[in-house]
C-alpha cells in the first residue's frame, strides 16, 4: 500500500506538470457557501499573495478542511502547472496561486475567477472540445474543486474528499461522468455539468461508489457455501449471550450492565456502532460491556445485542458505514465493528476479542466497496445487498 501512494503521488504531481493530459482541476461553491471565513493565514501574504486578497481568504476557507501551507501567487512558482489551465485571462481568472498540504505532501493549485459562470462555460467547452477531438473518457476523472468565488486544483484524491467536506463541489461537464446514489447533487452555472460532493478517482482511492456491485458470495472460494451460511451463532437472551462470549477477552465478567444509562455511555477511544434508538436498528435488547468512567474515561467498552429484525439492523449499519467511508475512504478505529450471528450482534473495537468471536462463528458486516477475502476466510451475504459478512480484515487478519 505505501508502494501504491507513492505511486499515485507521483502521478499527481505529473499531472500538474502536464495537465491537460492527466485530470482536470479546478472548483467554484455552490450558493451559499462563503471562501471568506476563519483561522489565521499567517502565511498568507508570502509569496506575493495580497494580505487581504482573494488567494488568502481561499485558503482561509480551506484550511478549515484540508492544509494549505506556504501559499505563493509567484508566476514562476514550480507547484504551479504549465499545461493548458489554469492561466490568468482565461476563463476570466484574474489570480493563480499555489499552497501545499502538510500530511498528504501534496499541492493545491488556485484560480480566482472574475465571473464564476464564465469560469465553468469555459471549462465545459474545453472538455467537450476535448472529447470532440476523440477524447471520450476526458473529464470523466474531474478534480476541480469549485467554491462561491475561487477555484481549486487538488493534486490528490484525498485532499479533494476533504474539501468536498465543506460547502466546495466537485464540477464534471463529461455527460456520461456519475453521480452515484448517496452523492449530493446541486445545480451549477452552466448547463449539462454537474456539481457534487462525489471525488471520481481512476485507481479507487477517490469516494467510494457504493453503486459498484460488491463480491456476492466467494463461492469460487474453497471453504465458502454454495448456499446459505456454514452457521452462526445464536442466543436467546442478553444473559445467554454474556454467557456465549463469557470466554472472550470482552469485559463482560466483571464490568456488564443493562442500564440504559449505562449502554448509552461511550468515550472517545470506544464508540458503538449502533447510534441513537437501538430500536430502529431492529435491536430487542442491549448491554454494554467495560468500565465506565471513574478514577479515569470510560475503557474497554464493547455492546451486545439482541436482534429481532436482523435486515433493520443490517440496513443501518451499512449506510452508518457509507456515511464513514465517505469522508476518507476509511472506517474510524475507535468505532466499534459490527460482528453479527443469527438473532445476535456484538459491537467492538477490541481485536483480540475479534479473534475470540470468530473462532465462535461470528462474522462481521463489510460493505466497503469491492471488497473480497482471500481463500481460507469466511465471506456470505448478508441480508442487505452491497454487504459481505466475513472473518476477514485486511488491516488486521486475524482469522
Known sequence: MRIQRILATTAALTCLTTLSACKEGGQAAPPGSSASSTPSASAGAAGGAAADGPLVRAQQYMRQWAGCENLSAKADDPRIPRGDFPKVGQWSVTEIGVCSTTAEKSDIVIAVPGDMKEFQAGY?????????????????????????????????????????????????????????????????????????????????????????????????????????????????????????????PLACKEHFSTDPEAVAIESIDYQPAIKGNAADWGVTGRALCGQPAGERRAHDLSWLDTVGDMRKLQTKAKAAQQADLKDDGKLRATASMLLVGENIAVETNDRAARFVLYQQQFLHLNCTPGFSAPSGYRLEKSQVEGCVLTNYEPDHPVG
Open 124 to 248: 465545459k467547452k474545453y472538455v467537450m472540445d476535448r472529447i470532440a477531438g476523440g477524447d471520450g473518457a476526458y473529464g470523466l476523472f474531474s478534480n476541480v474543486i469549485v467554491g462561491k468565488d475561487f477555484v481549486a486544483f487538488p493534486t490528490l484524491p484525498k485532499t479533494s474528499m476533504a474539501l468536498v467536506r465543506s460547502e466546495m463541489r466537485v464540477l464534471t461537464c463529461n455527460p456520461t461522468a456519475p453521480v452515484p446514489q448517496g452523492y449530493k447533487r446541486e445545480k451549477p452555472l452552466v448547463e449539462d455539468c454537474n456539481l457534487s460532493d462525489f471525488v471520481p478517482d481512476k485507481d479507487g482511492s477517490g469516494s467510494p461508489n457504493f453503486e459498484t456491485p460488491q463480491n456476492p458470495s466467494g463461492q469460487e472460494k474453497p471453504g465458502q457455501p454454495k448456499n446459505g451460511s456454514l452457521g452462526l451463532p445464536r442466543a436467546g437472551s442478553i444473559a445467554e449471550l454474556r454467557a456465549l462470549v463469557s470466554n472472550s
